[in-house]
């Protein structure tokens, strides 16, 4: 199978799993180890892609937010893996917010080449591939039909800023106002799960900075669309976000329209 009709595929998985989470619900959640909820709907959706990856492309491993703990032992020596949230934005979805996403990324060299970021509701699909000879970044509305997107490169006094909408800290307010010393209107807004990201790849947003704790499975499908619609997602120092590392947490990072936005990291770059 081809890298396109491969990605078609996963994009009808990551869609299949979106409407095993609505049709879940929110229902009752039970906290994790650590600390964060767990609901029928992340778990439904998690067999739902784990099962068809497997069928779709057995001699690949997965490594999911709900895997369980053997898995992780394994995984030092993968070269070659799907990377899954099957539910980011778990608090978005128990608070009755649409801000809530399922996260399919394949993982070549520590790298994302393909990505899939489907939001159930309203229903729209952000897919890209960075490998097999083209970036290019779509979206698919809910009549299922793709559009080419990419990122927001033009000068303006005006800037979009994207915020967690559930982990607020001074560090990213500190960004905020670098940014309004320097333009003219600075717009906030507070977004749950991946979602960012997709503002920043499909040109509606300028930059996202991440002050706070993220794992893997958070970003990587996510930075493979960012990275096919035009520009990157990196550490505060500048250097690409890299998979499969010893701990599976994210160092600080910014995701941006152009590298312009990396010199307003300084205040909050801990």
Known sequence: MNIDSLLGEVVRIAERAGRKIRDAGPGMARAKADGSPLTEADQAAHRVIAGELARLTPHIPLLSEESPAEVFDRRRAWKKFWLVDP???????????????????LIENSAPV?????????????????????????????????????????????????????????????????????FTEVREVALGSSLKFCRIAD?????????GPTSEWDTAAAQCIVEA??????????????????????????????????????????
């Open 87 to 105: 539910l980011d934005g778990t608090l978005e979805f128990l608070a009755g917010r649409d801000e809530f996403t399922v996260n399919i990324a």
């Open 114 to 182: 393909m990505g899939v970021v489907h939001a159930p509701r309203p229903g729209q699909t952000y897919f890209a591939r960075n490998a097999g000879g083209g970036r290019r970044a779509f979206v698919c509305d809910e009549n299922k039909k793709p559009h080419v997107i990419s990122v927001n490169k033009k000068n303006s006094a005006a800037v979009t800023v994207l915020l967690s909408r559930s982990r607020h800290n001074r560090a990213a307010q500190d960004f905020v106002r670098g940014l309004k010393a320097k």
């Open 203 to 211: 040109g509606t947003a300028h930059v996202y900075p991440r002050y």
């Open 229 to 270: 619609a035009g520009s990157s997602v990196t550490t505060l120092a500048g250097a690409p976000l890299r998979y499969n590392k010893s701990s599976l947490q994210n160092p600080h990072f910014i995701a941006a329209a152009d590298d312009r936005w990396r010199h307003f990291c300084g205040a909050g770059a801990v």
